[in-house]
Nanobody, 125 residues
Framework: QVQLVESGGGLVQAGGSLRLSCAAS????????MGWFRQGPGKEREFVAA????????YVPNSVKGRFTISRDNAKNTVYLQMSSLKPEDTAVYYC??????????????????WGQGTQVTVSS
């Protein structure tokens, strides 16, 4: 079992930056692929970033490429999402997720096994 706790959300002006953190419990954190998703008001949960267990591979979709960066520190059992040049349309609840599968579809929320409770990010114009 893995418990995930996100932090770092808040209110920021357009053009600003935030760094989200996701702290995981357990001693096998490096074996989990990690992802970040977001869900805006009235919208479906949307994939925004993924990272392999070692951190050697990362992926962000074109919608956030150049603005969002995912990283992890396995010694601290933590994954990060650095967000810059934020836009009002980035407003959402941001969730981190962990997959215990060896092979999984990193952008598909159903392939993740554990989820945090989410942290609100609000970008004002």
């Amino acid at each position: 079992q893995v418990q995930l706790v996100e932090s770092g959300g808040g209110l920021v002006q357009a053009g600003g930056s935030l760094r989200l953190s996701c702290a995981a419990s357990g001693r096998t954190f490096s074996s989990f692929g990690m992802g970040w998703f977001r869900q805006g008001p009235g919208k479906e949960r949307e994939f925004v970033a993924a990272i392999s267990g070692s951190g050697g591979w990362t992926y962000v979709p074109n919608s956030v490429k150049g603005r969002f960066t995912i990283s992890r520190d396995n010694a601290k059992n933590t994954v990060y999402l650095q967000m810059s040049s934020l836009k009002p349309e980035d407003t959402a609840v941001y969730y981190c997720a962990a997959s215990r599968k060896t092979i999984y579809r990193y952008s598909v929320k159903d392939d993740y096994d554990y989820w945090g409770q989410g942290t609100q990010v609000t970008v004002s114009s």
